[in-house]
T-cell receptor, first 115, second 112 residues
Framework: EPEVTQTPSHQVTQMGQEVILRCVPI?????FYWYRQILGQKVEFLVS????????KSEIFDDQFSVERPDGSNFTLKIRSTKLEDSAMYFC?????????????FGPGTRLTVL | EDKVVQSPLSLVVHEGDTVTLNCSYE??????LLWYKQEKKAPTFLFML????IEKKSGRLSSILDKKELFSILNITATQTGDSAIYLC????????????FGGGTRLMVKP
């Protein structure tokens, strides 16, 4: 069964460093999302991406964050200058279409630890 | 602000018991409600509900939506230890991104 994959599974970084989290969507999916889950808290929406542009973003997704599809397959989330409060599990999710009712498929997540 | 509230926060039952998990929501542009199961990492999809009163069923799990009263329930009958997980309710918005707003989850523990 096709699945969303994410790398790395765990990233440890120093405060102020840049990190790039990678996601490989399911092949025929067109809508891409990033969510995060701080330990013990709710899953929170960060950003949605369609047709090579951001379609929606939350207040969390400030200027320190960016997304792109550099090669038409990978979907990346970059955090330019990490803060301690960025420590969380980051989930990529994808779905086929925005028109039909279909679910978002989640990847296994990247655990980001900022020291 | 969109809000999704789940209850109870946690639940401990014994194998064979039946459980009912609740999800209420206040969302500006409702499109659908989804249930996910989260064991170790990624949420895995269970159900998507778009219409009131139509029960979705998969094995021992079933779910129904009430769009008038703005809630959904997830039932699990004859629970097994493998049902132990966090169950997440999420509401999909009817907007450009179809983002999901999640509830805090219900942690279910099924004891042998």
């Amino acid at each position: 069964e096709p699945e969303v994959t994410q790398t790395p599974s765990h990233q440890v970084t120093q405060m102020g460093q840049e990190v790039i989290l990678r996601c490989v969507p399911i092949s025929n999916h067109l809508y891409f999302y990033w969510y995060r889950q701080i330990l013990g808290q709710k899953v929170e929406f960060l950003v949605s991406f369609y047709n090579n542009e951001i379609s929606e973003k939350s207040e969390i997704f400030d200027d320190q964050f960016s997304v792109e599809r550099p090669d038409g397959s990978n979907f990346t989330l970059k955090i330019r200058s990490t803060k301690l409060e960025d420590s969380a599990m980051y989930f990529c999710a994808t779905k086929t279409s925005g028109q039909l009712y279909n679910e978002q498929f989640f990847g296994p997540g990247t655990r980001l630890t900022v020291l | 602000e969109d809000k999704v509230v789940q209850s109870p926060l946690s639940l401990v039952v014994h194998e064979g018991d039946t459980v009912t998990l609740n999800c209420s929501y206040e969302v500006t542009n409702f499109r659908s409600l989804l249930w996910y199961k989260q064991e170790k990492k990624a949420p895995t999809f269970l159900f998507m509900l778009t219409s009131s009163g139509i029960e979705k069923k998969s094995g021992r799990l079933s779910s129904i939506l009430d769009k008038k009263e703005l809630f959904s329930i997830l039932n699990i009958t004859a629970t097994q230890t493998g049902d132990s997980a966090i169950y997440l309710c999420a509401v999909e918005a009817r907007n450009a991104g179809n983002m999901l707003t999640f509830g805090g989850g219900t942690r279910l523990m099924v004891k042998p």
